[in-house]
């Protein structure tokens, strides 16, 4: 008899355990904008977000929702969610502590400073973002599994499951997705010839399933083994496996030897609000700062909203900061690196002495300072705080959309083409226009400099703001406008996210303009400033998260692109 009813009563539990299930899923809210609640993800898929937002329902803290969104977007937002890639990712404890892993990817052992070059010494184009030798050693799986163990509360098993869940069973994909799948279909079968999963004949559309089963069995060798399970065994072997197909250069020692950094996160101040950010080896961080140190003794709440003057301020701070990054920047675990000088407030005062209010300088008149004798594209960012406080905030890419385009064959997953943000030779534009010297030259087992800035803002030691953004150079700038937007011009969390941006990184010599944000009168003044400008779709894609008076949080997803919040 008892024998008999054990399957009854396993199926009785496995019915609770559905509904417990269906019911925690059903108490999500999810949208755009989530306003009044005390845990939220904001991601760039709604499946990343919901996935996080599960698990912290499942009793996981901010890290382990983290660290499940950043593998569910691994499989959901392959353009530039990874595991192929790397990223970095800023921890606030709800007792104040902040925390940063770096898991950006490096150089590999055989790299070296002239890689690119041809016997003129000429760049040979597409060689560090097409093929194989422009991905990096991946840093993304270390990284989370770092994190995870010195902050997770549940089991890394639970955390990672929903991405393996979504890679086995499918996702549905949103109607961007499907396009910009069709318009990389011609990439990927060159790069991909034997096929891959991201190739559907006729093309995809809105609503089709896209199913990884490749990509899923991998990530249950990192369930099963964690780093061993990418880094060794049979996921390092189809990778050193589809680098001897390609002539790529990433060895097995490349892999064994990867280790994400725990760094000492950068911070500053503005306007009596705490601004922690990320060190080198991105220049994000720096470059926020700055701006923000160099605009704040001009009072730009002074000048009108989108006025000429306050994007004039502001393009001129760009230009100086830009111009410090490409002669200074790189990764400072192999060079020295003047950080706090270039952070120093006379420092960035006297850079600023030169500043006209009413006439542009042109960028050719300016260079980089001297701190120390004065003392598509596709990356994603991810905004999670839970019930605690606990607050995280995540920036991961694979550099280009959809990165090398390489998927490593029988894993699944796609290779970044990240050396292509190294310097490939001095003066030398990369992808996002940005020049660099040998403060970012190729060597061997070196990061290639950055610009991810995931930041986190507090306001007399309690939580303010979780933000970040994709978009390369823009990166840092889009960051930068909507902690102004919050702080200088007390927009709501929604305006200050979804307003019109601009953008100035020293060279090209131009104001880059979001379609439809200034008007002619404002452009024209501009104009008569000396500015250049230069009108783009959009810039940044910005995922936040505000903590609101009341106690409650808001959570803001971009309304460029598929972003969604999700929370409760
Ligand atoms: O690390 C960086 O700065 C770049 N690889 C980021 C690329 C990026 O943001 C692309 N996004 N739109």
Partial sequence: MIINRIPALIIIA?????????????????????????????????????????????????????????????????????????????????EGAHDLIDFREKAPLA?????????????????????????????????MIRIHAKYGKLDFREVIQPSIDLAANGFILTAEQASSLNRSAEMFRKRNPEGCAFVRVPGWKEGDTLRQPDLA???????D????????????????????RGNGIITSGDLEQYSAVFRKPLSSSYRGFDIVTCPPPSAGGIILLQMLEMIEPFSPAEHEFH???????????????????????????????????????????????GFDPIAATPSSNIGA????????????????????????????????????????????FLLNNEMDDFSVKPGFPNMYGLTGSDANAIEAGKRMLSSMTPVIVEKEGKLFLVAGSPGGSTIPT???????????????????????????????????????????????????????????????????VCARQNGFLEGVADKRGDNSASGY
């Fill in 14 to 94: 496995v019915l609770i355990a559905g509904c417990g299930q269906k019911n925690a899923e059903s108490s999500l809210k999810e949208g755009r904008v989530l306003s009044d609640v005390r845990a939220v993800v904001v991601s760039a898929h709604p499946q990343g977000s919901h996935a996080g937002a599960m698990i912290m329902k499942k009793g996981g803290n901010a890290v382990d929702a983290a660290v499940a969104t950043g593998f569910a977007l691994a499989v959901c937002y392959p353009a530039a969610g990874n595991i192929g890639g790397g990223g970095f990712m800023l921890v606030r404890t709800s």
């Fill in 111 to 143: 790299a070296s400073r002239d890689m690119y070059l041809d016997a003129a010494d000429d760049v040979v184009r597409g060689l560090s973002t097409d093929t194989h030798l422009a991905a990096g050693v991946p840093g993304s799986v270390d990284g």
């Fill in 217 to 223: 069995t991998t990530l249950e060798r990192i369930r």
């Fill in 225 to 244: 083994y964690g780093r061993e399970g990418f880094y060794s065994g049979l996921t390092a072997k189809l990778i050193v496996e589809e680098m001897k």
């Fill in 307 to 353: 006025s000429p003057e306050m994007i004039h301020l502001i393009a001129e701070a760009g230009k100086r900061a830009f111009a410090d990054r490409a002669r200074y920047a790189g990764d400072a675990d192999f060079i020295s690196m003047p950080v706090q000088e270039l952070l120093n407030e006379n420092y960035l005062k006297e850079r600023m002495a």
């Fill in 369 to 412: 300072g001297d701190p120390v004798s004065s003392g598509s594209t596709e990356t994603t960012h991810f905004s999670v705080v839970d019930e605690e406080g606990n607050a995280v905030a995540v920036t991961t890419t694979l550099n280009g959309s959809y990165g090398s385009g390489i998927v490593v064959k029988g894993a699944g």
């Fill in 478 to 544: 889009s960051v930068f406008q909507v902690i102004i937007n919050l702080i200088d011009y007390n927009m709501t969390p929604r305006a200050a996210v979804d307003t019109g941006r601009f953008h100035h990184q020293w060279l090209p010599d131009r104001i880059s303009i979001e379609k439809n944000s200034l008007t002619e009168k404002t452009a024209g003044r501009l104009q008569k400033m000396g500015h250049i400008l230069h009108e783009v779709t959009a810039l940044g894609r910005v995922n936040a």
